[in-house]
Structure formats: C-alpha cells, structure tokens
C-alpha cells in the first residue's frame, strides 16, 4: 500500500509479483471494519508454442513421493515416483534422472489445439504450480483472384468464430461472419450462401480483400489469422521455386526448397560454399521460405526477420527492398540422407544423452516420435525404425530404418529431453528403368508411393511432339491434358502407344518434387511383328497341292508294281523247289522198284 495513496482514500494493495501462492480471499477493513472483499485468482505462468511444436512446462521443487501434472480436469498427463517415470497420455512425457534432481518439468511434444489448458504440478497429490499453456496463432498471407474460393481452415474441434475485418474504413460488414459449432457454420445474412460446410468462402471479389480470423468462441483466442487481398491483374507475380544442388565429387545431390509454385530455378554450388535462393518481388506482407517437409526455415514481415532454424537466413534491409533471397552460409549434404527403395538407411546422430533420447518425424500438419531410448531400454514407437540401447549409452543415438519406402521419406530430428540436436532428410533414390514396346502395346507406370504425384514426359522423337507435365495422380483421382485424357487409365496405363510415344516418363512428387521413378521409353520403327502371316497366291497353292497330290499317287503305283514283281516271283520260286522235290524223291527209290 502507499501512505500517499491511503491519504487520499485509496486503500488499494499492490501486489508487485502475482503467483499462484497468493490466490485467495482478500478483505479491507477500516478500524477493523470490513470495507472490502476481494477474491484474486492467480492463473500461473504461461507457456506459449507453436501449432505441432514442442513445449516445456518447467517447475523444480524436490518431491520424494509421487510427481504429476494434471490438466484442469483433473486428468493425469504424466507422473514420476522414485522407480521411473510414466507418460499417462500420449504428448506428455518427464524425465526421471531430472526427478531425482527436483526438476519436475513436464516435456509436450507435437502440441495441438486440444493440448491447450491449465496445468498443475502436483507433490503427493498438493498442488505446487499451475501453468497455462497457449497455442500461438497462425498467419497466413493469401493473394487471390475474382471468382476464386478461400478455404479457412479449421484446426480444432472446438467451437469457433470467424471475423473480419475490412482494410478500409466504414465497412458494416466488420465484425463476426460466422460461428462453427461441429460440422455446420452459421453465418449472417450476407455470407449465409457464399459459405459451405467446409468454411469455404465461395467465389471472392474484391470487396473481400481483407483480414480473417478464427478465434475461440470460449476462451476468445486467435487460432488462425488470414490476410487476403483479392488483386484484379489478370497476371499476379508468380510464386518461385528453387531447387538448391549442392555438389560433391561422387555426384549431386539434390535438395528441394520451396517458396510458394511454377517451374523450379536451380541453384548450384559446391560443398560448404554459401548459396542465396534469389527472390525478387515487393510484399507488403509475410514473407516465408520453407524446405521439402521441414517447414518454414526463415520469414520477414513489416517489423523483423526471423530465422525459424539454424543455418537459413533473410535480412530486413533487402526485404524493405524486395529483395526475399534466402541465405545458406554453409551448404553441406550432412542433412541428406539417401536410401535406395526398399533399402536399409542409418541417420547419425552423436549426443551424450542421459535423459530420453527420440528421434521424431516432422510432418507438415503433425510430428510422431518413431524411436526412443532411456537408461533402461530402446522402444520401436513405428515399425521400420530402431535405436540400439548400447549405442545410446555410448553417446551414437543412430536411427535404423528398415525396408525403408516412399511412405519414410520426410524431416527426422534427433533430440535429447525434449531439445533438438540434429535435423536430418530421408529421401528414396529414384528408380530408373528402360522399356521396349512394340506399337498398340500398353505402358504400365507403377505408382510406389500413396502421396500426390505428377507425370512429365520428354519426347525424345524426331518431331518433339510433346515434353511436359501429363497427368497428375492424388489418390485415386488421376488428371491429364487433353491429349492423355482418353488414353491414360486409372492405373497409370498409357493405351496403345505408338512410335511418338518414345521418351522418357517421369513419375514426380507433386509436393516436394523429388523424382521417384524414372522410364525410357524406346519404341523401333520396325519392330518384328510375330501375328503378321504370310499370304500365298490361291492359284499356287493349288498347283503345289496337286503336284503333291500327283507325287503321292505315282509313288503308290510304283510300289504296287514292286509288290506284284516280288510275288510272282516267290510264286515261281516255290513252284521250282515243289518240282525239285519231286525228282529228288525219284531218285531216292529202291533200285528193285526202279
């Protein structure tokens, strides 16, 4: 309190540092007469993180009974007792060396919406520290054009609001457009029919340039913030892509970053050299770089730079000149880790780690731990992946991937207690295969990954008839341009290709652009065509057929006359020796009866 305050009637009590110990019931009084009744609630401290990052809720006090922290509805997440350390829900883990030593932080991974809330540490079931954790929100900068839709999405399953608010001055329609309480938005009179189920707001115009928010209904935080200009040029800025190599001397090596659309540039340099990603182009807005599945690496806006990890950089000046390039000092391949299909894969990491040791995989939306290690065991979270419980003693928090396939490629970070300590990409080597057809046979593309893929073909003919994208697979939705649409079935067969069709097929992730498979294509000119018979002239036939014919009978009276000669003549042989026998017999009798 302050005398010169108290003089001029105002007893109020300052409390210069607010924490949970002080909540409770405050009374006034004035010669012992209450004046007064106060009741202060001190929510705690608050941590914030990102959408799918992670968070650390420290608090240290020693506690030789059983440690837990509790969500404001009184479910257990984690808790340690002095044997070990249990991870009651999934997200939510502690450390037990950490325990022993009074640290009783509680480690989220992966934080979604659903994650946000009060948190308690408790000691033997007393409450130690609360502290609240809030999920920052999202921005997003969109440019699009008249008669496009806009897709808001929704990240969480609680009821939200969404509002807008105009960029000039006076608009009646400032304020909340719609409410979203599970599957069907309510929105007023003049977005009820331009908004579907999905939130999406049907063909924009220029009056709906502006800035939209999606916010808790019940605790009134922002979750997404969209900044939309609706431009009326036909012909926008168009969006880069760079495609950064960085050689060596076995070869090239090729990493994909991706600003925003259209063709990729390429950018080369040599190993450990510095790289810039050039990009021009005025924006008054967010300015974000992002890599492959590991996310945003470095972004601007109208206040600062900000380097999202180590090793990507921007610098404000150029930005306020519109110049976005994005700047690697050091470009190494130590982050690129290449595995043939169906391969056996190593990601190194070398960390002396006595907590818990995890390598995680990041995705765009959401992040799994696939491998974990503690002083008593290793854990295979995901089939495929493996840590070794000698090794993690010995400070090789290696991870081994298995019969490794296009569903594994992505970002993987090894971390010790919740703190990442090496970042590594997974990417298959492309396949490459030679096919030799005849004209009228069908070219069957195997599709060895779930995710969207686009086709490129490069003729390699004399008339160059065709190189570029084809189709498109998602699913089970396949595209292609009109000169494929009728000959290209849904399981990526090419019907009845001809002697153009020569080239090279490239089945292409749409996303990340990393070629998976890779088909030449050789269809000869004159290729042997084994159901093509010989046609022979009737008229000869026939001849050859009677001179056959005439062959055969002759052949048959020869041998008839043949027959014939050889039986006369046992005939006359017989009849000879029956007459020698006769006068034999002659002279064979007695000399008294001759």
């Not at 030799?436 to 160059?464: A, F, K």
């Amino acid at each position: 309190m302050s005398r010169d305050q108290y003089l001029k009637g105002n007893l109020s009590l300052i409390i210069p540092v607010a924490d949970p110990s002080k909540s409770g019931e405050y009374t006034c009084q004035c010669d012992h007469k209450n004046i007064n009744y106060v009741v202060l609630v001190v929510s705690g401290n608050q941590v914030n993180s990102i959408f799918h990052g992670n968070a650390t809720l420290p608090y240290s006090e020693n506690c030789s009974g059983l440690a837990a922290w509790v969500r404001s509805n009184d479910e257990v997440v984690a808790q340690c007792d002095q044997t070990s350390c249990q991870s009651i829900k999934a997200g939510y883990y502690m450390i037990h060396y950490q325990y022993l030593k009074g640290d009783l932080s509680l480690y989220i991974t992966d934080a979604d919406y659903s994650m946000r809330d009060m948190y308690t540490c408790e000691c033997d079931g007393t409450n130690h520290y609360d502290v609240k954790l809030i999920i920052t929100a999202l921005n997003s900068t969109v440019q699009m054009r008249p008669g496009e839709s806009l897709v808001l999405d929704l990240e969480i399953p609680d009821p939200v609001e969404v509002l807008y608010e105009s960029p000039g001055a006076g608009v009646s329609s400032s304020g909340q457009i719609c409410t979203v309480d599970g599957c069907s938005p309510q929105c007023n009179d003049d977005y009820e029919k331009r908004v579907s189920p999905a939130l999406e707001l049907k063909e924009v115009s220029l009056s709906d340039s502006g800035v939209y928010t999606i916010r808790d209904l019940r605790t009134k935080e922002d979750i997404h913030v969209y900044t939309v200009t609706i431009r009326d040029d036909p012909h926008p800025p168009e969006e880069q892509k760079i495609v950064l190599s960085v050689l060596e001397f076995t070869g090239i090596v090729v990493g994909t970053a991706a600003v925003c659309g259209a063709a990729p540039t390429e950018v080369k340099v040599k190993l450990n050299d510095s790289a810039t990603l050039p990009c021009e182009h005025r924006c008054s807005g967010l300015v974000r770089w992002s890599q492959n599945s590991s996310g945003v690496v470095a972004q601007c806006n109208q206040t600062s730079c900000l380097s999202l990890k180590d090793g990507f950089e921007m610098f404000y000046d150029q930005y306020l000149k519109g110049n976005l390039s994005l700047i690697i000092p050091v470009a190494d391949l130590s982050k690129i880790g290449r595995v043939n299909l169906h391969g056996n894969a190593t990601l190194p990491c070398s960390v002396t780690c006595s907590g818990l040791a995890a390598w995680i995989r990041k995705k765009k939306y959401r992040s799994e731990v696939v491998a974990q290690c503690s002083q008593t065991s290793c854990q295979s979270i995901k089939a495929g992946y493996q840590m070794i419980h000698d090794q993690y003693l010995e400070g090789d928090l290696s991870l081994y991937i298995t019969d490794a396939d296009y569903s594994m490629r992505g970002l993987y970070t090894c971390q010790c207690d919740g703190t990442d300590h090496y970042d590594v990409e997974l990417t298959i080597t492309a396949l490459n295969s030679t096919v030799q057809m005849r004209p009228g046979e069908s070219l069957v593309l195997d599709l060895e990954t779930p995710d969207p893929v686009e086709v490129l073909y490069n003729s390699t003919g004399t008339d160059n008839s065709y190189s570029g994208q084809i189709c498109t697979v998602d699913g089970r939705s396949l595209q292609c341009s009109s000169d494929y649409e009728q000959r290209v079935a849904i399981a990526l067969e090419l019907k009845g290709v001809n002697l153009s069709d020569s080239g090279v097929y490239t089945i292409r992730d749409a996303n990340t652009k990393e070629v998976l498979y890779e088909y030449t294509v050789i269809i000869p000119d004159d290729p042997p065509n084994p159901d093509k018979t010989v046609k022979v002239p009737w008229l000869w036939l026939s001849v050859a057929l009677n001179v056959v014919l005439l062959v055969v009978i002759m052949g048959l009276l020869m041998c008839r006359n043949r027959i014939s000669q050889c039986e006369g003549h046992e005939m006359r042989c017989v009849r000879s020796g029956e007459d020698s026998h006769s006068a034999e017999e002659q002279n064979i009798l007695p000399p008294d009866q001759q």
